[in-house]
């Protein structure tokens, strides 16, 4: 990413398309490569897609949007975004300019730590099978890196490993493997791993071998982001009072919990298509990550401070920069482009900020208007497209978002 972006494009949403790409070709550093795909109308050669997937008979469209105005660690950021519901970019990009005035999100992950599990039945006093496992850990260890030769080439491997006893009487125990996958979302590498080490483990302890599999709830990769915004810039202090009221609602109520986190993964899933994340294993760890503790919990909360609200959130996040559909796929690698982030730890942060920012802007609107006014201006554009669909013509010329991002 240079660091001449500004992502802070005045009047963006009132431009042509054409006009948006000459947009960020100024201000975001956009490159000919990317802005000739985009120019293109982005898509997916059915080739690419055929080896992606299994009994392909096309390719199927979302769009493909960008997020303004977010700045995360002290940097501007154009974030792709790709959903088929309106209003969430919108929304997102919203948000983040009433952030941008009190300098931004901030965030830190974990070192890209993902975990392995390997099951085994019918084990014989597990808990001496366990003390042995923790005797020969290097040794176990050692095994898992010998199997991902490339991965050690790149300084990173496997670093740490547990056992749980899960059923004493069945003799069911299970051994998380601690693998730092660098920056891939490290799916592939750690089930090698887990394959790997199964056997090995398996001679010193007997019983029968079971899943070798990561988990979707990588409890070591974990990010944190948080940010300040002013009562001014959310419309006064009435409406930063019902902002935190909002949060203390979902903290009080799962379902409303729920509806919470979903508002928030609404910026964090877009980008996350858009950059070709795996998005099913980011849901399922973010909602498991926040019932941990026995009750469902809002993934982010915001609290009311003296001159506004600070908002935070945690949660695991596996994702990668490198291998899958980031290498495979050239709208995501255009994407990548566009973004100006390689790393998979600072791509956590960015996609939790998207989240955040989200999540503001919903409890912003439920707390003043509701939501109705502004997504149902930006639905009937949407029904209008839908509308010349089933016409048979597509819509030309670009209707202007009546809510401002
Ligand atoms: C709609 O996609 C998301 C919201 O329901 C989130 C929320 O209620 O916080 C508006």
């Known amino acids: ?70 700045r995360v660690n002290g940097r501007d950021l154009v974030i792709p975004m790709s959903v088929e519901e309106p209003s969430v970019v919108a929304a997102a990009s919203n948000a983040a300019r009433m952030v941008r005035d009190s300098g931004g999100f901030v965030g830190d992950a974990d070192a890209p730590v993902m975990t392995a599990q390997v099951q085994f039945d019918d084990v014989e006093e597990p808990d001496h099978a366990a003390s042995r496992i923790l005797a020969e850990k290097d040794r176990i260890l050692r095994a898992g890196d010998a199997s991902i030769p490339r991965m050690i080439e790149r300084g990173c491997g496997c670093r740490d490993l547990e056992v749980r006893v899960l059923d004493r009487h069945a003799g069911v125990m299970v051994v998380d493997l601690h693998v730092d996958v660098g920056d891939a979302m490290g799916a592939n590498t750690v089930d090698t791993v887990a394959e790997a080490v199964a056997p090995v483990i398996h001679a010193m ?13 990588p409890m070591r990769r974990r990010v944190r982001v948080r940010c300040d915004v002013s009562a001014e810039a959310v419309g006064g202090a009435a409406m930063a009072d019902g902002i935190a009221r909002a949060s203390r609602f979902a903290e009080l109520d799962v379902q409303r919990a729920v509806t919470h986190n979903k ?5 964090l899933d877009a980008a996350a298509v858009a950059l070709g994340q795996d998005w099913r294993s980011i849901e399922a760890g973010a909602h498991a990550y926040v019932a941990l503790e026995g009750r469902y919990r809002p993934i982010s909360t915001w609290a009311r401070t003296a001159t506004g609200l600070t908002g935070r959130a945690e949660l695991p996040l596996a994702l990668g920069t490198v291998g899958g559909s980031t290498t495979a796929h050239a709208g995501v690698r255009a994407a990548f482009k566009l973004l100006g982030v390689t790393h998979a730890q600072e791509l956590a942060v960015v996609l939790a900020a998207a989240g955040l920012a989200s999540n503001l802007a919903a409890l912003r609107a439920l707390s003043g208007e509701g939501i109705q006014k502004g997504h149902m201006k930006l639905h009937a554009r949407k029904a209008e497209a839908e509308q010349a669909a089933v016409n048979g013509h597509a819509v030309h010329g670009h209707t202007l978002p009546e809510v401002r991002p």
């Open 1 to 70: 990413m240079s660091e001449s972006v500004n992502s802070r494009i005045q009047g963006f949403y009132k431009l042509p398309v054409r006009g948006r790409l000459d947009a960020l070709r100024t201000h975001a550093g956009l490159d000919a490569e990317s802005g000739a795909w985009f120019a293109e109308g982005g898509g997916l050669d059915l080739s690419v897609a055929d080896k992606m997937s299994e009994n392909v008979i096309a390719v199927h469209g979302l769009p493909l949007a960008v997020a303004l105005n977010f």
């Open 205 to 217: 302890i007997g019983g029968t071998i079971g899943l070798r599999i990561l988990t979707n709830l």
């Open 263 to 267: 508002g928030f993964m609404n910026g």
